[in-house]
């Protein structure tokens, strides 16, 4: 025993002929250690009672052990309507960074007033993960000039080029749901989403959008959308438009399943039956789309895939590695309205 009989991670690892830093690594929740020998040192640690001396090892390490989370609003959104894809995958970067060893420090940003990107200097995480919104571009410049000053930070579909940014496979899932709308016979598929945004997520999905349309020599249909609206606002702006100037469509893609709740909501006040005589394709998979009516079909984005691959870039950063920022795997939902 240790001090005062304070079993130690030194004695663990002798006791299971393992060294040190694999036994540290282990309870830290660390994947490169064989899930096998992990097994063995929880077991172990558990059965004698050992447990981190946290503070010990920040002394030792300079490490606080704590991932912050920023969560980028729009400028004055009360905190209830953000959008719950954000909140999803909050959930599943609290998960991870929890398997991982880490605490979590959640901040909800959307302006000036409250920008905060210095956790690193004050000592309060190790680094940071930045979501939300595309619309805050005062965000997203205020968190690319701590990224130019190496503050350790990953992205979520940042569209700064020198932020480093995990993103979904917004090609792929393009693809899938335009696919599908043409094997339903859809001859006027209209694009319902941003056309000017800078976030990569909304570039990729109308760039692929433009190129299946010119592939398939059909004409692209893409109405303006209201500036400064919340996304269901615009998509129900967008499609009433489309409907007011007699333009024929006969299905949507919508850049987000937001979005497509507000074309929903167009087409339905002028009794167009969703699923019949338009179909809709929302992006996202948020759990609100299965309660629509019809139930939304929509791009599902891997959640928990999203989390593990955020918090894994983030300590590879951490550890002066190279982050795997492979595209966020999708698929067709596919349910009552496409």
Known sequence: MGKEGRITAHQIAAMLGVSQPTVSR???????????????????ANE????????????????????????????????ANINPFYLSLLGCIAASASERGYNLIISFQDSPANFFANYTGSRQADGLIVIGSGQNVEGWQFFGEYARRETPMICWGASKEDLISVKSDNVQGARLAIDHLLQN????????????????????RL?????EMANKAMQPI?????????RED?????????????????????????????AMRALDEHSIVIGKNVRVIGFDGIATGAYAQPPLTTIEQDYVQA?????????????????NTTPVSVKLLRRGTA
């Open 26 to 44: 282990a309870l830290r929740g660390d994947k490169q250690v064989a899930e096998t020998t992990r097994a063995r040192i929880v077991a172990l």
């Open 48 to 79: 004698l009672n050992y447990s981190v001396d946290h503070n010990a090892l920040r002394l030792r390490t300079q490490q606080t052990n704590s991932i912050a989370l920023v969560i980028l609003c729009r400028r004055g959104e009360n905190k």
């Open 185 to 204: 016979g859809c001859k006027h598929i209209a694009y319902i989403g941003p056309t000017n945004s800078e976030q990569p997520q909304f570039q990729d």
């Open 207 to 211: 760039t692929t959008y433009m190129d």
């Open 222 to 230: 893409c109405p303006p959308l209201p500036e400064n609206a919340v």
């Open 234 to 262: 615009q998509g129900y702006a967008a499609v009433k438009g489309l409907i007011q100037d007699k333009i024929a469509f006969d299905s949507l893609f919508c850049a987000n399943d937001f979005i497509a709740l507000g």
């Open 307 to 323: 989390g593990e691959m955020l918090v894994e870039a983030l300590i590879a950063v951490l550890n002066g590695e190279r982050p």
